[in-house]
């Protein structure tokens, strides 16, 4: 594959390119690889669009050096006829990847398709993968399985597997936290040792071979491989592929006193893996940026939109730990919270950046105006308000006498506050929230909100400051890390006290994991809450916890309904 370069961070930081731009030459495809080639970590498509599609894929030299020549071969489902078919001829410049954009395919069609890695002594065959192009014009449903935080420490990914058995899936929507940068003395890093999962690196990754390395280990799982194997992918980025509460110039978990270096560059060589390693399609051939937000167009039923509320446009994030940190008296807890809240509140925060809102409010605007029913946000975090409710009060003494967690102590006085309690999602950029809420109503979208991040799942009905509701939203839980569930104990209510002190949370399972399954027709938006029993053993039970759905009503969208 082509190599790419890097170039500072552009003066426009807010456009969010990190230029790596091809610039170099491909290297030049030879006769045969002399050395041994493995396909070790499965196959892949995704960006799927009615006429093409991205597949990828890794070759593993096990021995010998070199670049590497690549056949790739789709066919129609049951066909042995090519429909395409290209090589592509990767190097260690790309970490031995491979993509190839599949074109001239039929729009609304099931296809197969492999790979064939030519050795000096024979070629090498992949795996078979499953895929399918988006319909162009039709009525039928979509069935979209949505799903985020997948932290190979914390356990399985059962999950994933039960995914790969959905039938009938046009396409998984992964929000992202796909991998976890921490090492083995970090967040999961306990409960891997007694699963014997440790992360690869052991060490949090900072530099490209840690990023690559961590992407290799992830694909290595055979749940994950299955589900990629499965149906196309339409990805998107949240901060763990980068590193913990990221924003445009910095991150919580970025520390340059500590010799990770410049932020820029360090996002910029995460983004640089991500592209390797994912079934993503650039933007703009050979270069490599923040700015992937991209529309995806299922007939007339739904165009989902795939946003970056992480890299590009994102406003530096406040957390209520390091805003209360030292406040000792009531009147200096006032004080910070009171300043803190103003500070939430301007205008100019922004989760998307000026570009991405415009753009955003052109596709909303394009899509209802091209007669699709639904507008889709597959967007990292939770829109809805969102607050705790007062545990000083509904904790009995031997439910506070259970809790364990340091940090859960400390959160039980700030829940008396009644403030909203995760500045890091939607509710700590009201404005840019209401500002999306404008372009809904200007152009009567039916808003469907992707979420993912919190680990626990939701079903919400959003509405603007006016109380007016502009749309509903369907928060996934995670694949294996921990919800809020595992860390307060003694509480088996605990979503249900929380649904019950904000109004826009209908359903809330701060325990489960799993995955969404969203169906959409030109009628209905229909979430179902797929469960599995544990993480902890190859063994478990798939279950739903719970189905929700919401219908058009008059240039908008009804109240979520129990299924």
């Not at 009938?168 to 014997?196: F, I, N």
């Not at 596709?363 to 705790?388: C, D, F």
């Not at 500045?423 to 009201?430: H, K, Q, R, S, T």
Request: glycine share 10%; with cysteine; proline share 6%.
């Amino acid at each position: 594959m082509v190599q790419v370069t890097r170039r500072r961070l552009l003066g426009g930081a807010a456009l969010g390119s990190l230029g790596l731009a091809a610039c170099q030459t491909a290297p030049k495809a030879a006769a045969g690889f002399s050395g041994e080639l493995a396909f070790l970590h499965g196959v892949a498509s995704g960006d799927p669009l009615p006429g093409s599609i991205i597949l990828w894929t890794r070759v593993t030299p096990l021995s010998g050096s070199g670049p590497v020549t690549v056949a790739w071969d789709i066919f129609e489902a049951g066909s042995e006829t090519p429909a395409a078919s290209g090589e592509v001829v990767t190097s260690e410049a790309a970490d031995y990847t491979v993509k190839a954009d599949a074109t001239g395919l039929k729009a609304g069609t099931a296809y197969t398709y492999r790979f064939k890695a030519k050795a000096a002594d024979g070629d090498v065959l992949s795996p078979e993968g499953r895929t399918r192009t988006p319909s162009a014009d039709t009525t039928a449903p979509v069935k979209l399985a949505v799903a985020s935080c997948a932290n190979w420490q914390f356990g399985l990914f059962n999950a994933y597997r039960e995914m790969a058995s959905e039938p009938g899936l046009d396409a998984v929507v992964h929000l992202g936290d796909y991998m976890y940068e921490y090492g083995t003395d970090g967040y999961g890093g306990d409960v891997a040792q007694k699963l014997g999962r440790p992360h690869d690196p052991p060490t949090e990754i900072v530099s490209l071979s840690d990023y690559r390395r961590r992407h290799a280990q992830y694909k290595t799982d055979p749940d994950l491989q299955a589900a990629h194997a499965a149906a196309p992918w339409i990805c998107t980025w949240d901060d763990h592929e980068s590193a913990n509460d990221s924003y445009r110039t910095g991150a919580e978990n970025h520390n340059p006193d500590k010799g990770e270096g410049e932020w820029s560059d360090r996002k910029m060589r995460a983004l640089q893996a991500y592209f390797e390693w994912m079934p993503i399609r650039e933007p703009k051939s050979g270069e490599i940026t923040s700015a992937v937000w991209r529309t995806f167009r299922f007939g007339n039923v739904a165009t989902v939109h795939a946003l970056d509320t992480r890299l590009t446009g994102r406003s530096e994030t406040f957390g209520w730990g390091d805003a209360l940190a030292g406040a000792s008296t009531q009147e200096e807890i006032g004080a910070r919270v009171m300043a803190t809240m103003q500070r939430v509140a301007d205008p100019a925060r922004t989760m998307l950046g000026a570009e991405q809102e415009a753009w955003l409010a052109a596709e909303l605007k394009a899509s209802v105006q091209s007669g699709a029913a639904w507008q889709v946000l597959a967007n990292q975090v939770i829109m809805a308000k969102n607050k705790l409710p007062d545990f000083t009060k509904i904790m009995t003494e031997e439910q506070k006498a259970a809790q364990e967690r340091p940090e859960v102590l400390a959160m039980l006085p700030f829940t008396a506050l009644g403030l909203p309690w995760n500045l890091d999602a939607w509710d700590g950029y009201p404005a840019a929230r209401e500002r999306l809420y404008a372009s809904v109503a200007e152009t009567g979208a039916a808003l469907v909100t992707l979420a993912g991040d919190t680990h626990t799942a939701y079903a919400n009905e959003l509405h603007d400051a006016g109380g007016i509701r502009r749309g509903v939203e369907f928060g996934c839980t995670s694949i294996s890390s921990p919800g809020m569930g595992e860390y307060v104990k003694a509480m088996p209510d605990l979503g249900a006290q929380i649904a019950d002190v904000n109004p826009e949370i209908v359903w809330h399972d701060p325990f489960s994991h799993g995955y969404t399954l969203v169906t959409l027709t030109r009628e209905s938006a229909r979430a179902d809450f797929r469960t599995v029993s544990t993480i902890y053993s190859p063994d478990y039970t798939p279950g739903t916890a719970a189905s929700f759905a919401a219908a058009i009503d008059k240039g908008g969208v009804t109240q979520l309904s129990p299924v």
